[in-house]
Structures are given as C-alpha cells and as structure tokens.
C-alpha cells in the first residue's frame, strides 16, 4: 500500500512562488517516477513537472522556466517550486507516484488558488 501526503499550497498572488512537497510512503519500489500534476477549473488533469528514476525532468510547456521539481530519496519525497505564478496556475495540484507495473498512486490533492 502506496500513500502519498502532499503539503503546501494555497491562496498566493499573482507574481509569487509556491512550494509543494509530497512524501510517499509505503512499497514504493521499483521506483520509476514522481511528480505533480494539476486540474484547473473545467479543465482535464495535466502534467505539471515529473522526475523519473533517472533525475530526468518533464515540465509542462506552460510552467518552463518558472518551475523546479526536486527529489529528496532519503524521505521519498519530492518538491515541486514555482515562480511568477500567473492566475491560469490555479487548480488543485496531485502528486503521483509510479513504481513497477501498477497503476499510478495519487495524493489527495492541494488547492493553489492565485489571486490578482
């Protein structure tokens, strides 16, 4: 059993920074990626930021260059810090959590509203 608590978020305006970490607990191996996506208002989920087993990074277009996602192995967690936060960065952020053939593990999921 797989469980993710995510921490960080909400309200924050327009210009400033977030910081979201999410710890995983649990048979989390074989290891293969971690990151955060996010459902914004009416909108379908997306890919915010992951890193995989090997460090490497996918950010959304969207996010590029205001975005960092880090990876902390010794506490299985995984941080995601974002800049110049723009009012489209509103919605809930999900940390997932892929490990061997299973099915993506979710969080719960934290609102981030950004106020002009």
């Known amino acids: 059993q797989v469980q993710l608590v995510e921490s960080g978020g909400g309200l924050v305006q327009a210009g400033g920074s977030l910081r979201l970490s999410c710890v995983a607990s649990g048979d989390i191996l074989p290891f293969n990626a971690m990151g955060w996506y996010r459902r914004a208002p009416g909108k379908e989920r997306e890919l915010v930021a992951e890193m995989d087993v090997s460090r490497h990074t996918t950010y959304a277009d969207s996010v590029l260059g205001r975005a960092t996602i880090s990876r902390d192995i010794t506490k299985n967690m995984v941080i995601l810090e974002m800049n110049n936060l723009q009012l489209t960065d509103t919605g809930v952020y999900y940390c997932?959590?892929?490990?061997?053939?299973?099915?993506?593990?979710w969080g719960q999921g934290t609102q981030v509203t950004v106020s002009s």
């Open positions: 997932q959590l892929r490990a061997g053939l299973y099915p993506p593990y």
